[in-house]
């Protein structure tokens, strides 16, 4: 009988998400130690997500998000000492410390932020992927927001855009219920977000996005449509945030019995994790030994996060003018 994954494959996708879930855990305590500051928005709960919509990526192909991006980072392959060392604004950082949590970028990866203006990453996300068309390298832009970002008006014009001159790009809608901190059921209008594509004639579909192969599932179709020249794609990813909107956020507006039966019943990595012991025949052993090394790779980052240098002062002249030349 043939699975979704083979077995080599369900041990990889399970060390990206732990290896995501472990490195926010150990963000959470640094930022408690007050070796983090600023905003910091955690991504634990929502790691299939990324982890199943970039396992099936090529490597032409770009990503783009929110400021909630440590996730998007890692799933990219991304280091995690450089992420974290980021994150303390040391030098070490992918933006040698200048950019904090919600603000770095890789173009080795195709990695093209973080970013802090809720649904600004739209429009960008679609010029990228304006300019994989104009290039003609096939390469798709996976332009993630969040259900708060949904209802901004720069979406729909993106929308537009991207259906007019087809453009190869996936939105990607992060529905974790609630915004910053309003429920969608006081906040959007309509029965859904992936749907609002229609004005357009762009497909979309909802998700669980708390069960990777259906994540992985949805992501093939939605790239494949837009690689193959039809357009824009839109997922809405059905998921769910454990911690509050930020650091900050309390979340008092929600109950804990319901963030716990979620963790309970719809855990991504528990969910996985049951299904690659009881149908791929995984043995525990070899999921402790991923675990073991997710675990050891989290504590070295780390360890750089606090021992790499502070940036010189001189960075504060860096990366603020391009020097060149212009001609009428």
């Known amino acids: 009988m043939a699975y979704?994954?083979?077995?080599?494959?369900?041990?990889?996708?399970?060390?990206?998400?732990?290896?995501?879930?472990?490195?926010?855990e150990r963000a959470a305590q640094l930022y408690g130690m007050g070796l983090i500051a600023g905003f910091c928005h955690?991504?634990?709960?929502?790691?299939?997500?990324?982890?199943?919509?970039?396992?099936?990526?090529?490597?032409?192909?770009?990503?783009?998000?929110?400021?909630?991006d440590h996730?998007?980072?890692?799933?990219?392959?991304?280091?995690?000492?450089?992420?974290?060392?980021?994150?303390?604004?040391?030098?070490?950082?992918?933006?040698?410390?200048?950019?904090?949590?919600?603000?770095?970028?890789?173009?080795?990866?195709?990695?093209?932020?973080?970013?802090?203006?809720?649904?600004?990453?739209?429009?960008?996300?679609t010029g990228l992927a304006f300019a994989h068309k104009y290039n003609e390298d096939e390469g798709v832009c996976i332009t993630s927001m969040g259900d708060g970002a949904a209802n901004q008006g720069q979406v729909y014009e993106s929308y537009n855009m991207a259906a007019?001159?087809?453009?190869?790009?996936?939105?990607?809608?992060?529905?974790?219920?609630y915004s910053m901190g309003t429920s969608i059921a006081r906040s959007a209008a309509g029965p859904n977000?992936?749907?609002?594509?229609?004005?357009?004639?762009?497909?979309?579909?909802?998700?669980?996005?708390?069960?990777?192969?259906?994540v992985q599932e949805a992501a093939k179709r939605a790239v494949e449509h837009a690689r193959s020249g039809k357009g824009p794609y839109i997922l809405e990813m059905d998921t769910y945030?454990?911690?509050?909107?930020?650091?900050?956020?309390?979340?008092?507006?929600?109950?804990?019995e319901e963030v716990e039966d979620v963790k309970q019943n719809r855990d991504p990595i528990d969910h996985f994790r049951a299904y690659m012991i009881?149908?791929?025949?995984?043995?525990?052993?070899?999921?402790?030994?991923?675990?073991?090394?997710?675990?050891?790779?989290?504590?070295?980052?780390v360890e750089f996060s606090k021992t790499s240098p502070e940036p010189d002062p001189s960075e504060l002249y860096t990366d603020i003018l391009k020097e060149g030349s212009a001609t009428l």
């Open 278 to 301: 009881t149908t791929l025949k995984v043995s525990e052993a070899q999921i402790k030994t991923i675990e073991d090394k997710v675990k050891a790779v989290v504590a070295e980052a």
């Open 71 to 125: 996730g998007h980072m890692l799933a990219a392959g991304m280091d995690p000492k450089g992420v974290m060392a980021e994150l303390t604004g040391r030098s070490g950082g992918y933006s040698r410390g200048k950019g904090g949590s919600m603000h770095m970028f890789s173009r080795e990866k195709n990695f093209f932020g973080g970013h802090g203006i809720v649904g600004a990453q739209v429009p960008i996300g």
């Open 241 to 256: 945030r454990y911690r509050g909107h930020s650091m900050s956020d309390p979340a008092k507006y929600r109950s804990k």
């Open 42 to 68: 955690l991504y634990i709960g929502q790691e299939a997500v990324v982890v199943g919509v970039q396992s099936i990526l090529k490597p032409q192909d770009s990503l783009i998000t929110a400021y909630r």
């Open 164 to 177: 007019l001159w087809k453009l190869p790009v996936v939105y990607v809608i992060e529905n974790n219920g």
């Open 193 to 214: 977000f992936f749907g609002r594509g229609q004005g357009w004639d762009i497909p979309g579909e909802k998700v669980d996005g708390m069960q990777l192969l259906k």
């Open 4 to 24: 979704p994954i083979s077995p080599e494959k369900a041990l990889e996708a399970y060390g990206d998400m732990f290896l995501i879930r472990r490195f926010e």
